[in-house]
């Protein structure tokens, strides 16, 4: 039995009516929980090994089919909402589960069975429905859990997960926060994000505390960018929290709210991963009475890897390794960790680089440790950029995207740290450039869209030292080149097109 389903098992038993979680009009004590979890096993995955898609708003319903999953040791794939159609098919059908828990059911096929309400098993709106799939692909090792990274492809990675794994993260991360029982966590990202899965659900339970999960709407988070900071902080208020999970973007909308009104009363510890947080921000975010603690990790660790413990922080870097983790470093200072790997990828082609738990994994991120052993980090290792809401972007996927429409010859797009992207393109002379931005944001997921760009002033060449001679733009000289003009872009909203 996992960690968390006996501890579960163990505040059932000795604490029966602590409440351990809240939703959208619904309570459930320990006692009630686990007697749910169990009812929510039989009757979604009475037959050992299913594997379950899980594609709904946070709520109690998701915890309860996360739980349920893990007891009846069936393969749970949380589906990001963000997901383009593309990207759902593609996690469907790699995945190969046997049906999906989804409250948005007009995003699949017509042509599937019925769909068998589940709501009054779940505690929200909810129906499970059956999916008849041409492969049912072998997972690696023992896999529990498939969580997708969120979009560095046009198809994203799925990383499988044993629960062995998630379970250390979770007592690691139990023992760094100083969590107990009299906690209260307000899930404010979606659930999907393995990181407040781990939060939200697992951490708490462990501690025997007690978890808040209302819709993403009610938290003021409005698909997988748009925030209102205000809601945001009033639902901190009544909830009551003591912990909340953030990513840079969100919390500068916070504390903007704060800074108009007043901290949360209860609020002790504001946990922010995703993307790299300024010591600027960091030192306003306390100054306000935020108490922030930044973090690192990646979907390959099993979430977290390092964070600055609220009474170990240290500006400035991401905080110490978990105890479960081992860290060392390749010669170019590449972070290369160990503990908690995952199992390997998702439908990988034989041959290509695997995770496995036995062995050190190549982050891509370059960093050192202090002499206090506190990790610093000191960037990509690629040209993979993070957004300031957390969510990665492979530049090369939408420049690709850019000029399969004809009318762009080439395209640089950048993104690290803000909350929208910038493209500088070079028209092609034929069609309209602008209107086939507008289309290819059609199909991409928000977070990949192009919301500002400039028209180059010249192609990118060998000749201008803006391209190789085999025609691989050299971003770095792009960025330099053109960084004053991207400035002026990201600071005034009606600049379109220069």
Same mark, same amino acid.
């Given at each position: 039995?996992?960690?968390?389903?006996?501890?579960?098992?163990?505040?059932?038993?000795?604490?029966?009516?602590?409440?351990?979680?809240?939703?959208?009009?619904?309570?459930?004590?320990?006692?009630?929980?686990?007697?749910?979890?169990?009812?929510?096993?039989?009757?979604?995955?009475?037959?050992?090994?299913?594997?379950?898609?899980?594609?709904?708003?946070?709520?109690?319903?998701?915890?309860?089919?996360?739980?349920?999953?893990?007891?009846?040791?069936?393969?749970?794939?949380?589906?990001?909402?963000?997901?383009?159609?593309?990207?759902?098919?593609?996690?469907?059908?790699?995945?190969?589960?046997?049906?999906?828990?989804?409250?948005?059911?007009?995003?699949?096929?017509?042509?599937?069975?019925?769909?068998?309400?589940?709501?009054?098993?779940?505690?929200?709106?909810?129906?499970?429905?059956?999916?008849?799939?041409?492969?049912?692909?072998?997972?690696?090792?023992?896999?529990?859990?498939?969580?997708?990274?969120?979009?560095?492809?046009?198809?994203?990675?799925?990383?499988?997960?044993?629960?062995? @794994? =998630?379970?250390? %993260?979770? !007592?690691? $991360?139990?023992?760094?926060? #100083?969590?107990? +029982?009299?906690? &209260?966590?307000? *899930?404010?990202?979606?659930?999907?994000?393995?990181?407040?899965?781990?939060?939200?659900?697992?951490?708490?339970?462990?501690?025997?505390?007690?978890?808040?999960?209302?819709?993403?709407?009610?938290?003021?988070?409005?698909?997988?960018?748009?925030?209102?900071?205000?809601?945001?902080?009033?639902?901190?208020?009544?909830?009551?929290?003591? @912990? =909340?999970?953030? %990513?840079? !973007?969100? $919390?500068?909308?916070?504390? #903007?709210?704060? +800074?108009?009104? &007043?901290?949360? *009363?209860?609020?002790?510890?504001?946990?922010?991963?995703?993307?790299?947080?300024?010591?600027?921000?960091?030192?306003?975010?306390?100054?306000?009475?935020?108490?922030?603690?930044?973090?690192?990790?990646?979907?390959?660790?099993?979430?977290?890897?390092?964070?600055?413990?609220?009474?170990?922080?240290?500006?400035?870097?991401?905080?110490?390794?978990?105890?479960? %983790?081992?860290?060392?470093?390749?010669?170019?200072?590449?972070?290369?960790?160990?503990?908690?790997?995952?199992?390997?990828?998702?439908?990988?082609?034989?041959?290509?680089?695997?995770?496995?738990?036995?062995?050190?994994?190549?982050?891509?991120?370059?960093?050192?440790?202090?002499?206090?052993?506190?990790?610093?980090?000191?960037?990509?290792?690629?040209?993979?950029?993070?957004?300031?809401?957390?969510?990665?972007?492979?530049?090369?996927?939408?420049?690709?995207?850019?000029?399969?429409?004809?009318?762009?010859?080439?395209?640089?797009?950048?993104?690290?740290?803000?909350?929208?992207?910038?493209?500088?393109?070079?028209?092609?002379?034929?069609?309209?450039?602008?209107?086939?931005?507008?289309?290819?944001?059609?199909?991409?997921?928000?977070?990949?869209?192009?919301?500002?760009?400039?028209?180059?002033?010249?192609?990118?060449?060998?000749?201008?030292?803006?391209?190789?001679?085999?025609?691989?733009?050299?971003?770095?000289?792009?960025?330099?080149?053109?960084?004053?003009?991207?400035?002026?872009?990201?600071?005034?909203?009606?600049?379109?097109?220069?």
């Amino acid at each position: 039995m996992s960690a968390v389903l006996a501890a579960l098992a163990r505040h059932a038993a000795g604490r029966p009516d602590a409440v351990a979680m809240i939703g959208d009009g619904v309570l459930l004590n320990y006692a009630a929980l686990a007697a749910r979890v169990d009812t929510v096993a039989a009757t979604l995955f009475p037959v050992p090994g299913m594997r379950c898609a899980l594609l709904l708003d946070n709520g109690i319903g998701w915890a309860l089919t996360d739980l349920a999953a893990r007891r009846a040791r069936a393969v749970l794939v949380p589906i990001p909402l963000f997901f383009s159609p593309q990207q759902l098919r593609h996690a469907l059908a790699t995945s190969g589960v046997d049906g999906i828990v989804t409250d948005q059911t007009a995003r699949l096929d017509q042509t599937l069975p019925a769909p068998q309400d589940v709501t009054a098993l779940l505690g929200q709106p909810a129906a499970f429905v059956r999916l008849e799939q041409a492969n049912h692909p072998r997972l690696p090792g023992v896999t529990d859990k498939v969580t997708f990274t969120s979009g560095t492809t046009g198809n994203p990675k799925g990383v499988c997960l044993s629960q062995d @794994s =998630i379970d250390r %993260v979770a !007592q690691s $991360l139990l023992a760094a926060s #100083g969590g107990h +029982a009299e906690d &209260r966590h307000l *899930a404010l990202l979606p659930l999907a994000t393995l990181l407040e899965n781990i939060a939200a659900i697992d951490v708490p339970i462990l501690a025997g505390a007690t978890t808040v999960l209302w819709p993403l709407a009610a938290v003021g988070l409005k698909g997988s960018s748009q925030l209102d900071a205000s809601a945001m902080l009033a639902a901190i208020e009544r909830a009551e929290a003591t @912990s =909340i999970v953030t %990513v840079p !973007q969100i $919390l500068m909308g916070l504390m #903007g709210a704060v +800074a108009r009104s &007043r901290p949360p *009363a209860r609020l002790r510890l504001v946990s922010v991963g995703g993307a790299p947080l300024s010591r600027m921000v960091l030192e306003r975010a306390k100054a306000i009475g935020l108490p922030v603690c930044e973090g690192y990790g990646l979907s390959e660790a099993s979430s977290v890897v390092a964070f600055n413990t609220p009474g170990d922080a240290r500006p400035g870097s991401v905080g110490r390794p978990l105890p479960h %983790v081992e860290l060392t470093f390749a010669q170019d200072g590449e972070i290369l960790v160990k503990g908690s790997i995952a199992q390997g990828y998702l439908g990988a082609d034989p041959g290509t680089s695997q995770p496995r738990p036995d062995a050190f994994w190549p982050t891509g991120d370059l960093g050192h440790l202090d002499a206090d052993g506190h990790l610093h980090l000191d960037g990509r290792k690629k040209d993979m950029f993070i957004t300031s809401f957390g969510r990665n972007v492979a530049p090369e996927w939408v420049e690709a995207e850019l000029t399969a429409s004809g009318s762009i010859a080439q395209a640089a797009v950048f993104g690290e740290a803000r909350p929208w992207n910038a493209a500088i393109i070079v028209p092609s002379g034929i069609g309209d450039p602008i209107a086939d931005i507008g289309k290819v944001n059609d199909s991409l997921p928000d977070y990949a869209r192009i919301t500002r760009w400039l028209i180059a002033g010249e192609p990118f060449t060998a000749m201008n030292e803006l391209a190789t001679p085999n025609g691989r733009l050299r971003r770095d000289r792009i960025f330099a080149r053109y960084r004053e003009a991207l400035q002026r872009i990201y600071e005034d909203e009606t600049i379109d097109v220069l």
